[in-house]
């Protein structure tokens, strides 16, 4: 299994600034995603980070909007550009891939973004 | 491409009942199957997983799930249901071909009432 933790937990910004939310693994992680969810909605998946190289986005999330970096293979970061009141979510992290193969993914608490 | 669907999005049961939440995916390939739960304001954890072997899994908190092929169900169940049961309940399937990739459902959220 995995441990990963978030920072920060929470955060309030004002519109038109970022945010960079830090996600850490206790252990080295194959894979390491990005999700947001909505109050009382599922999850949706923004990206994989991919650890030297660029992160692959899904349909409808841009690299400019999301920058997301992963250095190496417990670290990884999100940015949330130029913020709007839309962008006010929650946002998870996780990890799948530890060591002995397994494919469930382990996640953060979340980070809960208010935009104002 | 695969695709998980959750019936209900709203269950209620009282204390002491069975919990029984409904899952049924499509998948092109032997599925990896994943059951998730969430309480409020925190991340997501793994319940239990159906990967190969036993049909009938055994997770955490004394749920269990059973695959069953032929009706491409993972429905989750729980004989007799405890206040602390009270959360949001996701199902998720491996998106296939090594990419530990997982598609959710939209989640049910588990009442319990004393």
């Known amino acids: 299994s995995a441990v990963i933790s978030q920072k920060p937990s929470r955060d309030i910004c004002q519109r038109g600034t970022s945010l960079t939310i830090q996600c850490q693994v206790d252990s080295q992680v194959t894979m390491m995603f990005w999700y947001r969810q909505q109050p009382g909605q599922s999850l949706t998946l923004i990206a994989t980070a991919n650890q030297g190289s660029e992160a692959t986005y899904e349909s409808g999330f841009v690299i400019d909007k999301f920058p997301i970096s992963r250095p190496n293979l417990t670290f990884s970061t999100l940015t949330v550009s130029n913020l709007s009141p839309e962008d006010s979510s929650i946002y998870l992290c996780s990890g799948s891939g530890t060591s002995g193969g397994s494919y469930e993914q382990y996640f953060g608490p979340g980070t809960r973004l208010t935009v104002t | 491409a695969q695709s998980v669907t959750q019936l209900g999005s709203h269950v209620s049961v009282s204390e002491g009942a069975l919990v029984l939440l409904r899952c049924n995916y499509s998948s092109s390939v032997p599925p990896y199957l994943f059951w998730y739960v969430q309480y409020p304001n925190q991340g997501l954890q793994l319940l239990l997983k159906y990967t190969t072997g036993a049909t009938l899994v055994k997770g955490i908190n004394g749920f269990e799930a059973e695959f069953k092929k032929s009706e491409t169900s993972f429905h989750l169940t729980k004989p007799s249901a405890h206040m602390s049961d009270a959360a949001e309940y996701f199902c998720?399937?491996?998106?296939?071909?090594?990419?530990?990739?997982?598609?959710f459902g939209k989640g049910t959220k588990l009442s319990v009432i004393p």
């Open positions: 998720a399937v491996e998106s296939g071909a090594g990419s530990y990739q997982l598609t």
